[in-house]
């Protein structure tokens, strides 16, 4: 019996998170059991590049030496407390000054740190109603899964059954990039909007790209009509620069949601932002947010390592861009030399390679053209290729400090078999 047919009897799907299942790039999952540097290791002994890094995390790359080193004498001090630790305080002062916020709460997931920021700032407007964009995934609370993006773009389900009305009756879905569409709803639920929630660069339907002035005009609309900008970071924090992204565009939000990056592989996410807004948190307010294992010692040590070496050597981000660029810029000129239709979408290190015929890239609504069986045909090629990119069309593309210049360079070597293979 296959690891796979084992997993079903026990796991729903066989896998822990929808995505893994490689549904709708027409394969079963493969299983790994051991990562270093920039490669994967399956259990049936090949060997891959990876693309997927964990969806961000392993920025650094799997099993760096001197963290790993580390982390083993992490063991011998403590894993849980569930009581204060000396760790939390050093990691909430090198994260707040990082992400220029006044205070953070540590939490155990991306999913977790949006839910609790979303009771944050209901709780501190004392309105109901969410605007969130099409294609924006928030992780899976209940009032959040809404025409999100990542697995629920995949697998066709908007909304994921068991959501009750009444939970998204607050949700109001707005188009990326479409300044008039928000401001429209501001008008129609007039003080009543407490938040909105976006990706400051879409990651969950592929890379999308906001213009500045759209997210400029998110901060006016908000500071206009007395409600919070939320910007979830959790896949773009600490991934392009050290810290927000919200940097590049001139525009500061009032909360900030964070995990992948800063917990460098443990569970860990947060949410962050002004000292007014964050004291309406429990104890000293009436927001209630709590969790067993927040702001795990472990977890807490190991993402601090990852963030001390990302702030020392900014080099790092150099190279993930240009690193990026060449993939951007190689798997354009194969798609162009090939006849084969598609478009790569890239802000700095983050990117996608979209197959199908676009006009632009900016919305939901245009990532929808995407040929989906193409890019299934692609990710095939490419892990016979021994390359693992994203199972899913609607992803991005990761990249870690160990990745090398060869390693790109046979990438888009790779891709340019796998396409020409595509073609015959
Ligand atoms: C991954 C992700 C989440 C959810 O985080 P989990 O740790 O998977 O719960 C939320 N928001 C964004 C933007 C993400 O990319």
């Known amino acids: 019996m296959t690891l796979f047919d084992r997993a079903k009897k026990v796991i729903p799907g066989g896998v822990n998170s929808p995505v893994r299942a490689f549904g709708s790039v027409h394969m079963d ?48 001090e403590v894993l849980t407390l569930g009581l204060p630790s000396d760790v939390e305080v050093t990691m909430a002062e090198t994260f707040t000054r990082a992400t220029k916020t006044d205070m953070v709460r540590m939490v155990n997931s991306g999913t977790e740190a949006t839910m609790s920021a979303i009771r944050l700032a209901r709780g501190y407007t004392g309105r109901n109603k969410i605007i969130k964009f099409e294609g924006c995934y928030h992780g899976h609370s209940d009032g959040l899964l809404v025409k999100s993006g990542s697995g629920t773009l995949t697998y066709y389900a908007p909304t994921s059954l068991g959501v009750p009305q009444g939970t998204i009756q607050d949700t109001i879905v707005c ?51 007395k409600a919070l900008l939320i910007f979830d970071e959790v896949i773009t924090g600490f991934r392009t620069r050290y810290g927000s992204v919200g940097d590049y565009f001139d525009v500061k939000a009032d909360l900030y949601t964070y995990g992948k990056i800063i917990g460098g592989g443990l569970p860990v996410g947060a949410f962050a932002g002004s000292r007014e807004i964050m004291e309406k948190l429990s104890p000293l307010g009436g927001v209630y947010q709590a969790g067993t294992l927040s702001g795990n010692p472990l977890a807490m040590k190991i993402g601090l390592d990852t963030l001390k070496v990302l702030e020392a050597h900014p080099e790092i981000y150099e190279k993930l861009d240009r690193f990026a660029y060449e993939l951007d810029q190689g ?8 006849g084969i239709p598609g478009k790569v979408t890239r802000f700095h290190s983050m990117l996608s390679l979209f197959f199908g015929e676009f006009d632009q890239i900016k919305s939901f609504d245009d990532v929808q053209k995407a040929d989906t069986e193409l890019y299934a045909k692609y990710f095939q090629g490419m892990v016979k ?40």
């Open 29 to 76: 999952p493969i299983f790994f059991n051991k990562a270093k540097g920039c490669h994967l290791y399956s259990t049936d002994g090949k060997e891959y590049i990876d693309y997927i890094c964990s969806w961000g995390p392993m920025i650094l790359g799997h099993g760096r030496e001197d963290l790993v080193k580390k982390a083993q004498g992490y063991l011998d």
């Open 175 to 225: 188009r990326y990039n479409d300044l008039a569409d928000v401001r429209e709803k501001f008008d129609q639920f007039k003080d009543q909007i407490a938040c909105i929630i976006i990706e400051p660069i879409a990651g969950n339907m592929g890379v999308v790209i906001p213009d500045k002035e759209f997210l400029q005009g998110l901060r006016r609309l908000c500071d206009d009509n």
């Open 331 to 338: 798997f354009s000129k194969n798609l162009s030399d090939l």
């Open 385 to 424: 290729e021994g390359f693992i990119m994203a199972p899913a069309q609607f992803e991005a593309i990761f990249l870690s400090d160990a990745h090398t210049e060869d390693i790109i360079e046979k990438t888009i070597q790779a891709n340019r078999r796998v396409l020409e293979d595509i073609c015959k």
